[in-house]
């Protein structure tokens, strides 16, 4: 991987003293060896092969969403989906938290800075600066955001948007508006995120996320929580669309195909075009045989999150003794097959990834576009351990878009923006669960990585175009039967329940909650959408 010299400069102006001559985008040589004094105290180690490896310091090894704020402002508050994900923040308050985060930066013996590019295409980048107190963020965002040439660093010039990582100081809980000492806060207007009180690193890659997905919009494009291949022979791609831990990023790891990206996207009148520069895997139970091309990914130049490492500096990846949220960010050049530049033309196949608890969806299923609306906006997973602070086993839950904690307007902008270019460009639709069958967590089994492979792999050779279904009597959508090298009786879920009475409960169930989910959305949804619903 070739990285760019560093460069030096003034933050004065972005309130940090006596810095005139602060380092930007060191290579990964440069913090890892610095970050050599916290291995003393336990915070950093270099495991096997020059990686360095990080337990996220302090109590928080996952993203704090109810800790989010985004400053209300009169340009842009009849824009954002003001509730539970945005929750309003007063402008002095937010003045309040960026003056206690540089306080804290400008007591720092050494800062680390980044400036890098969100969005592969040139005519939607934004340029990001990062300016953080620990070495661990600052390789973090280096794997994460787009790492520019020699060329484009000299003339990057003034940030589109900039990060002040004071995670290891905490908010002042009695400052109004706090709910507690941690405190991600966003600003559109002064294009700044604030953090305080949380050192996970995700809250960075979230942040830009975040800004992305009010930007795009306003543009025309469709900002998207999915991974993204694509065709070897051809600019075709797909997208793959789920939260965490359904499988974005093991499935967009297909030797057969060319990887775009697995977590981030955007959809303009080009095509489509990955976000970040870096990748950002599930480590837990990583094994050379089960994930080759991650596995072979985290060398020298990734970083290791909250892995557990042995005498020999070898990683445990079976250890969850920090948390079952460990993690491995690297490069996106890292995997052989990734097309760089990140972008490919318009998708023929978007597949909603969903990690059913309840063991009632089937393993893979056609969309009609009101059924693909409906199950976009209602975005049904369950949450995977170790995903967010205080789950420790699947819930059932429903995230708007398939990211509901990272949207910016309201659920129904992407949505219309999704049908638009579905209609346009012809892309078919399907539900592939990648959770349980046979019964529901706990009594069934979690369907097998071989199975969904297969399966992904029928929908991209175009063999389930005309393969058999049948049609879902309670969810109305059309079970695929017949799928290469899947056991059939494992695609029509009711058959494959031991106890046919409890999956009939459960489904019934399951319907109720999609309808009673979806009761928030019916403003502003189409008859057809609406009729697409779950039947009693």
Known sequence: ????????????????TGRDRLPTNLPPAAPSTRARPFVTRKNASIAEKGRPSWPTPGAKTGRSP?????????????????????????????????????????????????????GWDPKYRIKVRVICSRPYHALFMHTMLIRPSKEELASFGTPDFVIYNAGAFPANRLTAGMGSTTSVDLSIEDKELIILGTEYAGEMKKGVFTVANYLAPKRGV??????????????????????????????????????????????????????EGGCYAKAINLTPESEPDIFQALRFGAVLENVVLDEGHDVDYTDTSITQNTRGAYPIEFIR?????????????????????????????????????????????????????????????????????????HPSKYAELLAEKMRKHKARVWLVNTGWGGGGYGTGKRISLKNTRAIIDAIHSGALTTAKTERDPVFGFDIVTEVPGVPAEMLKPRESWADKAAYDATAKKLAALFRKNFETYETGASAEVKAAAPLN
Not at 1 to 16: E, I, Q, V
Not at 96 to 102: D, P, T, V, W
Not at 371 to 390: L, N, P, Q, R
Request: glycine content about 8%; aromatic content about 10%.
């Open 1 to 16: 991987m070739k990285t760019p010299p560093p460069t030096s400069f003034s933050l004065s102006a972005h309130g940090l």
């Open 66 to 118: 109810k800790d989010k704020r985004v400053v209300e402002h009169p340009n842009s508050k009849n824009d954002v989906w003001w509730g539970a994900v945005n929750i309003p923040l007063e402008k002095q308050t937010f003045d309040i938290n960026r003056q206690r985060a540089l306080d804290y930066l400008n007591t720092r013996d050494t800062l680390y800075c980044f400036d890098g590019f969100a």
């Open 222 to 275: 469709l900002s998207m929580h999915c991974s993204a291949t694509a065709d070897k022979q051809t600019s075709a791609s797909s997208l793959l669309f789920g939260l965490s831990g359904t499988g974005k990023t093991t499935l967009s790891a297909d030797p057969k195909r060319l990887l775009i990206g697995d977590d981030e996207h955007c959809w303009s009148d080009d095509g489509i075009f990955n976000i």
């Open 337 to 409: 097959n990734a097309k760089i530049p990140c972008m490919a033309g318009h998708p023929t196949d978007v597949i909603f990834l969903t990690c059913d608890a309840f063991g009632v969806l089937p393993p893979v299923s056609a969309l009609s576009p009101a059924h693909a609306m409906y199950h976009f906006i209602s975005g049904y997973t369950a949450k995977v351990a170790g995903t967010e602070m205080g789950v420790t086993e699947p819930q059932a839950t429903f995230s708007p878009c398939f990211g509901g904690p990272f949207l910016v307007w």
